[in-house]
Structures are given as structure tokens and as C-alpha cells.
């Protein structure tokens, strides 16, 4: 018999606006729609999970994650809240694919086993609290002039990286790196993220005429359905290319590993469905040495201290966006990562995922419980 067993699964539904628009070339973000899952046990632990569902990279919205979470609740319930792969085994055999809310029933799984192990999620993941993180700070699409400003405004505050949301034509595009550089200067680290905005043809013309603004690299050039094309636009391009929505899964992972078709992997929980499966992206990566980042979606400081502790598990982690808590017009997390003014995370050392929602918050949430 086990000795923790899930008592009782209760799901929220979080809206967050956000100080200004978040704009990509998928599209506009006004408010932070997430689910918030608390898993109770019958020993008194308490696990906390968010995802972030974003509808046209994981196909999932606020609702769907709230229904479909409740069929996930069901298929946990009574179960060893330690026996995360049974867990997960039990998610997928009730529904294929819906990552995301996966993701937050992950992250409150792993929040009870390493309360339980009595170990930091990182310690608990394998990883130490041994270096800094730092998280860049992202500049949504828009005029030129404003994305300079904004830039130069990140820079100032003391960020030591600065992301650029790109993703339309080449005139537009190499503009806005144009006088980004030319507002910020050269010396602060510079990213750049398409997502999926380019064709192939254009994606390395824009690459290479981005050359001389010493570019770290580049998330997501052409459409992720064209993952057989992007070892074209890595090997002709001057800029180093991470994979992003093309990399959900470790499944996927694999697949562009085996076909060269990238420099870099950009990890979410949101889209491998949690710790679990990100772990073995970890382990594919770490074998050869290729360097990842881990990002969010639209998180709170609740899931981002779940990336965070993430990032403590291997020393080929060597980015963190974890910038969209900064962007909330509310903060209703306890506990969890601290962010100091140049972008430094402070990720928490009790033992567990280390953060919650307060408990006001979470009152006057839309909820069910199962
Ligand atoms: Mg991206």
C-alpha cells in the first residue's frame, strides 16, 4: 500500500492583466489566463501547479485546461502521488497530447515528492544552487523606435540580456535590430525569436543580414511543420538556431538532435507536459553537450520557480527567459523565485517547489474541486 495517497484535486482558473500588451508574431497577450492545480494528499502535503496553455503553440486555453483537467484529476485521484511516472503513464492514457495542463499536475507532483524526499525541487531534479541565473527581458514586435526605447529602458534598469520578438519582413525586421543596437550599443547580449514568423528563403537572408549585430541566437526562424528545413537555415546561417515550438516533447528533442537541425533546445513545461518528460530532454541534450534555455509562457513567479529549479539541473542550461512575472499588473505568489533589479533569480532552498498562491487569491478564484 502506498503511503501518500491524492485526496483531492482542485483546480482555478487565474486571470492576470498584464501592464502592457505582450505582442508576438503569433499574436497579441492583454492578461495572464492560467490554471492553477492543488493537488491535497492524505498526509497533509500540498502540491502546486500552473500552466500557461497558449492556443496557437499547445492547442489549449484556460477552458480547455479547466475541463480537461478535471478528467486528469479523476484519473489521479486515490493514486501514489510519488509514482510520478505512474502518473504521468495514467495522463496519457487518458488524453493524448493538452502538455500544458499536464504540465501543472507535473509540477504539483513534483512539488509533493520532493516535500516528501525533504529536498529544494533542484536538489531533488539532481541539480545544485551552485551558479546564477539570470533572466533576459523581452521587447515585443512593434515599431522600431519603441522596441529601441523599450531596449534601451531593460537596459538601463540593469538586465544583462535583452530578447527581441521578430518575426515579419526582412526590411522590418533587420530595422528593428538596427536601432535596437544602436539605442543599447554592442557590449548586452542580444537574442532574437521568430517564432515560426519566416519562410526558409527569408529566414536566412534575414539571418545572415543580422550578422554584424552579434545576435547570441535564434529561436524559432521558419514554421515548426518545416522541421526537415531547419538544418538548411542553421547550416547558412551566422547566428546559432534554438528549436522552440518545434521542440515540445523529448520525442521531439530526439528527432531534431538526430537530423542536426539545430544549435540550442528551448525547454517549457508547457509544452512537455512537465518535469518529467523536460528531465529527459535534459538527458538528451547533456549527452551531447548542446546548450538549452528554459522559458515559460505566460507563468506566474508559481510555474517560472518550477523552470527555475529546472535550470539548476544541468550545466548546458545556460539561458532563463523568465521575464513574463515582471510583466503582471498583481503578484498573488508566496514564496517562490525572487527576481533582483538586473534580472538576477533567486530560486527558493526549502524543501519542495517552494512556492504557492495566497490563500485570498485563490478564494476568489472561478474553481473546481474533484
Ligand atoms: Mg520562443
Not at 509514482?83 to 509540477?107: H, L, P, Q, V, Y
Not at 523552470?307 to 515582471?326: E, G, K, R, V, W
Given at each position: ?36 492545480v ?11 501547479g ?64 520532493s516535500?516528501?524526499a ?41 538586465f ?36 515560426q ?52 516533447d ?48 505566460m ?72
Amino acid at each position: 500500500m502506498p503511503i501518500l495517497k491524492i485526496e483531492q484535486v482542485d483546480i482555478y482558473k487565474m486571470y492576470i492583466p498584464l501592464h502592457e500588451p505582450f505582442v508576438i508574431s503569433l499574436g497579441k497577450i492583454e492578461n495572464a489566463e492560467n490554471i492553477i492545480v492543488v493537488i491535497r494528499t492524505n498526509n497533509g502535503i500540498t502540491g502546486f501547479g500552473e500552466c500557461s496553455p497558449y492556443l496557437s503553440i499547445n492547442g489549449e486555453s484556460i477552458d480547455t485546461c479547466f475541463i480537461v483537467g478535471q478528467y486528469l484529476a479523476k484519473a489521479l485521484k486515490g493514486q501514489d502521488p510519488i509514482d510520478i511516472k505512474e502518473c504521468s503513464r495514467r495522463m496519457n492514457s487518458t488524453i493524448f497530447g493538452n502538455n500544458s495542463i499536464k504540465s501543472a499536475f507535473d509540477m504539483a507532483l513534483y512539488d509533493i515528492a520532493s516535500q516528501y524526499a525533504g529536498l529544494p525541487l533542484y536538489e531533488f531534479l539532481g541539480g545544485k544552487n551552485d551558479r546564477s541565473l539570470f533572466t533576459d527581458m523581452t521587447v515585443s514586435i512593434g515599431e522600431p523606435e519603441k522596441m529601441a526605447a523599450d531596449a534601451l529602458k531593460y537596459k538601463d534598469a540593469g538586465f544583462t540580456a535583452i530578447k527581441v520578438k521578430l518575426g515579419q519582413s526582412k526590411e522590418e525586421d533587420v530595422e528593428r535590430i538596427r536601432q535596437i543596437r544602436l539605442a543599447i550599443g554592442n557590449d548586452i547580449p542580444l537574442r532574437i525569436d521568430a517564432n515560426q514568423g519566416w519562410k526558409v528563403k527569408t529566414a536566412i537572408e534575414i539571418l545572415q543580414a543580422l550578422e554584424e549585430f552579434k545576435i547570441q541566437h535564434c529561436e524559432e526562424p521558419i514554421a515548426r511543420w518545416k522541421f526537415m528545413k531547419l538544418k538548411k537555415v542553421k547550416d547558412n546561417s551566422p547566428i546559432p538556431i534554438m528549436a522552440d515550438e518545434t521542440c515540445c516533447d523529448h520525442h521531439d528533442a530526439e528527432r531534431l538532435i538526430n537530423l542536426e537541425a539545430c544549435d540550442s533546445i528551448n525547454i517549457k513545461l508547457g509544452k512537455s507536459g512537465g518535469l518529467y518528460n523536460a528531465k529527459k530532454i535534459v538527458e538528451q541534450a547533456d549527452k551531447i553537450e548542446m546548450p538549452m534555455q528554459v522559458g515559460g509562457f505566460m507563468e506566474s513567479r508559481l510555474g517560472m520557480t518550477a523552470s527555475a529549479h529546472l535550470s539548476l539541473s544541468s550545466p548546458n542550461i545556460h539561458y532563463c527567459d523568465f521575464d513574463t512575472p515582471l510583466m503582471f499588473t498583481a503578484d498573488p505568489v508566496k514564496g517562490g523565485i525572487i527576481y533582483l533589479p538586473n534580472g538576477e533569480v533567486k530560486t527558493p532552498v526549502e524543501p519542495g517547489l517552494g512556492a504557492s498562491i495566497d490563500e485570498a487569491w485563490l478564494q476568489k478564484m472561478e474553481k473546481v474541486t474533484i
